[in-house]
């Protein structure tokens, strides 16, 4: 064969080839399943003076004066909360902040500063992802930490819209 009729013979099987029927694409059966979040909706709760807004699909449980959990069911999360008496707040606010350095460890976090409040989200420390403080520089100091019974094995990104829905749902508790 001459090169002359090779190449025309080619371009056609290459554009034959290119015209190939494929079968259109099946749906997998079944996919990975949503990971489920509380709506942002909230009520009041208060302790004392303090009146706090708490996500409508959490639980308060009480534990003693001044130490009360809010309890996340479907995260598998408890809120450890603590209210303290202002009176040496410059010793509370070292004592709750060296427990949150001691919770990072050397992992990274996000700390959001607000009106009197921090909130810090660390999404790689899986046992306490969420923590917080909020003082009104008076009367009280009110701190928390977010515990989850995830372990070492969990990753991160299979529970980050539950963590992110917790730390919004604390945000907004602590405007």
């Not at 079968?23 to 996919?31: F, G, I, K, L, S």
Request: some cysteine; glycine content about 4%.
């Amino acid at each position: 064969m001459t090169p002359q009729r090779i190449i025309p013979l080619l371009v056609a099987l290459v554009a034959g080839a290119g015209c190939s029927q494929r079968p259109a694409p099946t749906p997998r059966p079944e996919a990975y399943p949503r990971i489920a979040v509380y709506e942002p909706q909230y009520h009041p709760v208060s302790f004392g003076a303090l009146q706090l807004a708490v996500n409508d699909s959490a639980r308060i449980d009480s534990i003693a004066p001044g130490w009360f959990n809010i309890v996340y069911p479907a995260y598998g999360i408890t809120v450890n909360c603590t209210i303290t008496d202002a009176e040496n707040l410059t010793q509370t606010l070292a004592n709750r902040h060296d427990r949150f350095r001691r919770n990072l460890g050397s992992r990274r976090a996000q700390v959001l500063h607000m009106s009197g409040s921090e909130l810090i989200v660390a999404p790689e420390v899986l046992k306490t992802p969420v923590q917080f403080i909020m003082t009104d520089s008076a009367t009280f100091v009110l701190s928390g930490v977010a515990v989850s019974r995830w372990d070492e094995t969990t990753n991160p990104d299979s529970v980050a819209p539950q963590i992110n829905a917790l730390a919004a749902d604390i945000a907004y508790m602590l405007k």
